[in-house]
């Protein structure tokens, strides 16, 4: 990431960035802010009761592959709800562009803004500004996707129980 810390945006950083923060910003959204804690916590046995450190290794590495269910640790990873969350995921040349995408996005969540050209004098923080703000995009517009496909299905419930009702004259399904 020399170039970029240099003023110029690398050819492709934009849509890594950008990809990153979506699967980061997704995985939160899905897992109820859950985050990864790593594959050392993840995979450490439990902590003595009533200690700071008791909920430590209840994640799914400490439970398949501690307790030698034979899966690799990729796998379990893999599989993992929280996976977009993993720290240290991403590959090392991202991260200055990804910590730089991060603070200029949380100023930008809180109001702050940045008149185009003279907030930034380098390509390579307009790229890292507006690839958190199109990977927040995209994660927003997943995020109302999943909540209109269970809006979809409990209102399709509703009919299919309504119908059913119906069908035994209404009654309230006793005769």
């Known amino acids: 990431m020399r170039d970029g810390l240099h003023g110029r945006a690398t050819p492709g950083l934009g849509e890594a ?102 907030a930034f004098n380098s390509p390579f923080w307009w790229t890292c500004l507006e690839a958190s703000a199109e990977g927040r995009r995209r994660a927003d517009e997943a995020r109302y996707e999943r909540q209109e496909q269970k809006r979809k299905r409990e209102e399709e419930q509703r009919d299919q129980k309504l119908k059913a009702m119906q069908g035994r004259g209404g009654r309230g399904g006793r005769r």
Do not use: I, W
């Open 17 to 118: 960035v950008s990809k990153f923060y979506f699967e980061q910003l997704d995985s939160l959204d899905q897992t109820g802010g859950k985050r990864c804690p790593g594959e050392t916590p993840c995979a450490a046995p439990p902590g003595e009761p009533n200690t700071a450190d008791y909920n430590k290794g209840s994640g799914p590495l400490y439970k398949e592959v501690a307790l030698r269910r034979g899966r690799s640790f990729e796998s379990v990873c893999g599989a993992c709800p929280m996976r977009g969350t993993k720290p240290d995921q991403h590959s090392p040349h991202l991260a200055t562009a990804l910590a730089l995408a991060g603070r200029l996005d949380s100023l930008r969540q809180s109001g702050a803004s940045f008149p185009y050209p003279g």
